[in-house]
């Protein structure tokens, strides 16, 4: 990191009460393309001060957001999913040269993140209270889902498009004003999609941005004004988050770490299982939280290994940006020298390297942060490429001799992101999806992330706090039940007519 800005790079932003900003902080940290180390831009750690203003703009923000009418939010919402269909190719151009996917991949990431903002969009039918009549004679009660104030959200590298708009749409739809903390590694295309949030309506201070690490996300877990948090990022970062925040008197979610096994029973489809096994195993060179990290072979499908590695050769490893890529660079050369090492590791623990993806030659890429499809077999829990979370495109595969073993195998595990099976008996996948300890299941689906008409409902040791983001459950998180005892006595029901007042 830097102590002072030296170069005529551009700097990102911080959002306060409505205008972009500069940053008065003396430390900054390069942005990086990850397929050519070129510096796009720096971006500031903000100063305690700027995340002061930032809330205090937010808070002041809530007095008239809250009441503002609920058609006028949603018209918002229905305007910014139109502004980013229209950005679509430059917010996935801009996502690829910071983050390193690829493009259909980056678009995706976008994709993803407008089917929650259309879901704002139906805020009206969303944020309903209930009413019974006549709970004692005389008397009803209903509820009232009310904001709870300046919301915050603190989000990971992996999906610089796709949570953002998981945390900062829903807020704002439920009549929250928000301070929105993106990752430091790649903050472009979040600022983009912030700023055509803006034109699509938002308010001054209805919507805030501060960057920054450590020091900016513990500002936000101790604010006083600060009412909840959303976090998306590792466990170990946000076991953190949620203690400190909660300590704070905050709500808070956490989503965090995956190890995501995929079942494979002899009876699945061959090649679509092995292209789903690619794809969710490789494909955003691993760097997502419901990648499938480890496949469980039952019985025969162990004989698939050899065809499995087979497919993983025909990926193409280059830079995002080129057609036809399949595999892109890692996030930055400390993620790729810990990939490295974890295979490594995976080596002298005696799992049996299948398919070497370390060094991979990429012309015209030479610096680029790249490594290659790497399959392991023989994998057992204790070796550390089995323990941590890799986050990069190595597939363990363990075998098993019944579903019920591999079911078992699976919940030991202490993570819930995500899990899969594949096989073609009905009856099995009953089973699987009836017995399975964890939050997402995909049958015949290797990546079963829930569109926003549900939540992303992930579980166990990869989520603290109640709730989900998006969908049905963060409106619950958003916002605080009010419930409402009233009676009206019926001896003057006239409204003031019978007695005293003539219309004459
Ligand atoms: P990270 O935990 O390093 O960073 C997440 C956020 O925390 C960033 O905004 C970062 O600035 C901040 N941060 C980093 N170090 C911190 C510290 N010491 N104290 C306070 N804040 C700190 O995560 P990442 O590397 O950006 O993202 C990858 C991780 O996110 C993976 O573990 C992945 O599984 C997880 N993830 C989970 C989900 C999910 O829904 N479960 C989704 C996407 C990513």
């Known amino acids: 990191m830097d102590a002072s800005i030296t170069s005529q790079v551009a700097t990102v932003k911080l959002l306060i009460d409505g205008q972009f900003v500069e940053s008065k902080s003396t430390q900054w940290r390069d942005i990086i393309n990850p397929a050519t180390q070129q510096v796009l831009a720096r971006v500031p750690m903000a100063t305690q001060q700027e995340v002061d203003a930032a809330v205090t703009a937010a808070q002041k923000a809530f007095k008239t957001w809250r009441k503002t009418a609920i058609g006028a939010r949603a018209r918002i919402f ?3 999913q139109q502004l980013i269909r229209e950005h679509m190719t430059e917010l996935a151009a801009l996502l690829t040269a ?13 994709f993803r993140g407008l089917e929650v903002v259309e879901h704002a969009s139906a805020i009206g039918n969303l944020q309903l209270g209930e009413l019974a009549n006549n709970v004692a004679t005389g008397v009803d009660t209903y509820t009232l889902l009310q904001p709870l104030g300046v919301c915050a959200g603190i989000t990971p590298f992996n999906f610089p498009a796709m949570i953002p708009l998981w945390m900062f749409p829903m807020a704002i739809a ?9 990752s430091e590694q790649d903050p472009m295309v979040t600022m983009r999609l912030v700023e055509l949030a803006l034109e699509a309506g938002i308010p001054p201070g209805v919507l805030n941005v501060v960057h920054g690490g450590e020091d900016v996300v513990n500002a936000i877990c101790d604010h006083k004004d600060i009412k909840a948090v959303s976090f998306v990022g590792s466990t170990k970062v946000g076991t953190h988050v949620y203690n400190r925040a909660s300590l704070a008197g905050k709500r808070v979610q956490c989503m965090m770490g995956a190890k995501n096994h995929a079942i494979v029973l002899p009876d699945a489809n061959k090649e679509q299982t092995l292209n789903a096994l690619a794809g969710a195993a490789f494909g955003a060179a691993g760097q997502r939280c419901m990648a499938v990290t480890t496949a469980v072979l039952v019985g025969e499908a162990q004989k698939w290994i050899p065809d499995l590695v087979a497919k993983a050769k025909t990926l193409k490893i280059n830079a995002g940006k080129e057609q036809g890529t399949d595999v892109g660079p890692l996030i930055s050369c ?12 995976g080596v002298a623990d005696g799992a049996k390297l299948e398919l070497d993806g370390r060094n991979p030659a990429v012309a015209g890429y030479d610096k680029g942060n790249f490594v290659g499809p790497t399959i392991f077999s023989g994998v057992k829990p204790g070796m550390s490429i089995y323990e941590q979370e890799i986050f990069g495109p190595v597939l363990c595969l363990v075998a098993a001799d019944s579903l019920d073993s591999a079911i078992d195998f699976i919940n030991t595990n202490p993570n819930g992101n995500g899990t899969a099976i594949f096989t073609q008996s009905g009856a099995a996948a009953r089973k699987f999806q009836d017995d399975i300890d964890v939050g ?4 015949n689906v290797p990546i079963p992330v829930p569109v926003p008409l549900f939540s992303f409902t992930g579980s166990r040791a990869s989520k603290l706090g109640d709730l989900g983001p998006y969908g049905k459950q963060v409106v619950m998180f958003y916002t605080q039940t009010k419930t409402v005892t009233a009676r009206w006595f019926d001896d003057d029901s006239t409204g003031g007519l019978n007695t005293t007042i003539s219309l004459k």
């Open 78 to 80: 229905l305007k910014y």
């Open 174 to 182: 439920t009549g929250n004003t928000f301070v929105l903390k993106p």
């Open 440 to 443: 997402q299941v995909g049958i």
């Open 98 to 110: 910071e983050q390193g996917k690829t493009l259909p991949d980056a678009e995706g990431d976008v």
């Open 334 to 345: 400390a993620a790729k020298s810990r990939v490295e090492s974890l295979i490594e590791r």
